[in-house]
């Protein structure tokens, strides 16, 4: 079945880097466009990131711009955030999700990132 | 950056009534509006795409209006299982994909 599990998630501290994978599975993978969401404990959903689904583009929201790097490997269905220089306001739930224009119709459980001291 | 507005944030509702939910964009988005379901704990659920198009799967008792910057959210006959968070997201611009503050609708 069409599937996105999440992992690399974890507790990192302030200034400190992750990197969250995202396996696809159940659906082409590379014709998906593919994004970063993240939900900050009882807050709501904020857009983080998009890759188009041969990797050509990339887009960030201004809060992670600079700080954070979409990228996939189509070869092993599989998309990528690299988070560097973490802040406090990271901590959330981080959710892949693939779509377009016409919404994003496939999410994962998400994986939990907090950054704390 | 467009900015995506919800009224009202929250709302009591009981099985049964109808429940309309409103997003504003700060600028024109023609149709590119999409609606989400969101349950505590899990990942959003797409309901509606395009303003106005189903999504497959989706009771048809939810049904989604409106172009440029006012669009709607319906729920013709609220079920135990709708009560939820909703939250509208623009995709008009690839620049962000922003999404609305979100809806709670919960159980008066």
């Known amino acids: 079945q069409v599937q996105l599990v999440e992992s690399g998630g974890g507790v990192v501290q302030p200034g400190g880097s992750l990197r969250l994978s995202c396996a696809a599975s159940?659906?082409?993978?590379?014709?998906?466009?593919m994004h970063w969401v993240r939900q900050a404990p009882g807050k709501g959903l904020e857009w983080v990131a998009f890759i188009r689904y041969d990797g050509s583009n990339k887009y960030y929201a201004d809060s992670v711009k600079g700080r954070f790097t979409i990228s996939r490997d189509n070869s092993k269905n599989t998309l990528y955030l690299q988070m560097n220089s973490l802040r406090a306001e990271d901590t959330a739930v981080y959710y892949c999700?693939?779509?377009?224009?016409?919404?994003?119709?496939?999410w994962g459980q998400g994986t939990m990132v907090t950054v704390s001291s | 950056d467009i900015q995506m507005t919800q009224s009202p944030s929250s709302l009591s509702a009981s099985v049964g009534d109808r429940v309309t939910i409103t997003c504003r964009a700060s600028?024109?988005?023609?149709?590119?509006l999409n609606w989400y379901q969101q349950k505590p704990g899990k990942a959003p659920k797409l309901l509606i795409y395009a303003a106005s198009s189903l999504q497959s799967g989706v009771p048809s008792r939810f049904s989604g209006s409106g172009s440029g910057t006012d669009f709607t959210l319906t729920i013709s006959s609220l079920q135990p299982e709708d009560f939820a968070t909703y939250y509208c997201q623009q995709s008009y611009s690839t620049l962000g994909f922003t999404f609305g503050p979100g809806t709670k609708v919960d159980i008066k």
């Open positions: 159940g659906f082409t993978f590379s014709s998906y466009g």
């Open positions: 999700s693939g779509g377009s224009s016409l919404g994003f119709d496939i």
């Open positions: 600028q024109s988005i023609s149709s590119y």
